[in-house]
């Protein structure tokens, strides 16, 4: 592992093995590998502060062993905790280098798969799906997240890298595909350039919106939000908007109901406690809401799982 001081701002997705602290057990080399880059990395049961060098690429980081309790922040601010397990993704778009530790709690060796897209291969998926509002497209920074629909595509990905020649034209489907699930599924819109004029540091927005990730529940005002940003609710919710794309409100509706969908799917809570367990006391409220962001009624989305 390289020591902390000959770690640089930046790297390549190609060079960002280098600074995992881990073993890289698998890379993909070769003709296959073009369009889309994917390592699988063996990592030790504890780490100690580990700083990450920015890449250019936004990547997915999935975990395919073992369960930990792993931190992250950038530069100087509050560390971020998740439990992560296997099938826990982080969604990373890239731009700022920041630090991260963690420590084994369960499960198997700590393993990983890091998979870079492209840059011209996400814009050619982002004019698919979004026409002219491609250029507003953003991918979303997510952590510690699980897409059952996107495991199966990781899944026949990792089955190419560990093969011994992996086919091109195979790999090239799958990281089309990657890419389009990632514009369809995990994208926010900022009509202004987000590098032109300053928004919220990516720290405090992470613990923003981490923080109405695990509080579904509760009542989320803007007065609170803009109190755990130490700002004025005017400049919170300008500068939120300018890094989201959305206001706090709209990006609270798509955490509640991505966490409804997620219920609909994996459990046999009513219709009733799910709308309870992600905020909405009237139903028929949430009914509605569900039904305007997903053009079905829960239990009719539930019927189709």
Not at 45 to 59: K, N
Not at 150 to 171: N, T
Not at 219 to 231: F, I, M, S, V, W
């Amino acid at each position: 592992m390289a020591s902390p001081r000959s770690i640089p701002a930046s790297t390549s997705a190609e060079a960002f093995e280098r600074y995992v602290g881990g073993q890289c057990v698998r890379v993909g080399r070769g003709p296959a590998w073009q369009e889309i880059q994917a390592m699988i990395l063996a990592l030790p049961g504890t780490s100690e502060t580990l700083p990450l060098p920015a890449v250019s690429e936004p990547f997915l980081a999935w975990t395919i062993a073992g369960e930990v309790e792993f931190q992250e922040r950038e530069g100087d601010g509050p560390w971020i905790a998740h439990h992560i397990r296997k099938g826990s993704y982080f969604l990373t778009t890239g731009g700022a280098p920041y630090e991260c530790r963690w420590r084994k709690v369960a499960g198997e060796e700590f393993q990983a798969m890091a998979v870079f897209i492209e840059l011209p291969l996400l814009q050619r998926a982002l004019a698919e799906v979004h026409g002219e509002n491609a250029p507003h497209a953003r991918l979303r920074d997510l952590s510690a997240f699980r897409d059952e629909e996107l495991d199966g595509l990781m899944q026949r990905l990792h089955g190419e890298l560990i093969r011994r020649e992996a086919s091109p034209l195979y790999v090239q489907g799958l990281a089309q595909a990657i890419a389009i699930h990632l514009a369809r599924h995990y994208v926010d819109f900022a009509r202004e350039n987000r590098s032109a004029s300053p928004s919220l540091p990516g720290f405090k927005l992470k613990q923003v919106t981490d923080w109405m990730a695990a509080n579904l529940a509760d009542e989320c005002n803007l007065d609170g939000l803009a109190a755990r940003a130490k700002l004025s609710k005017f400049h919170f919710l300008r500068l939120f908007k300018r890094a989201m794309g959305v206001s706090p409100a709209r990006h609270l509706i798509r955490l509640r109901m991505d966490a409804a969908r997620r219920l609909l799917r994996e459990t046999d809570q009513s219709v009733v406690a799910i709308a309870v367990a992600v905020g909405y006391a009237n139903p028929s409220h949430f009914a509605q809401l569900f039904r305007r962001e997903t053009g079905l009624s829960p239990s009719d989305y539930r019927r189709r799982r």
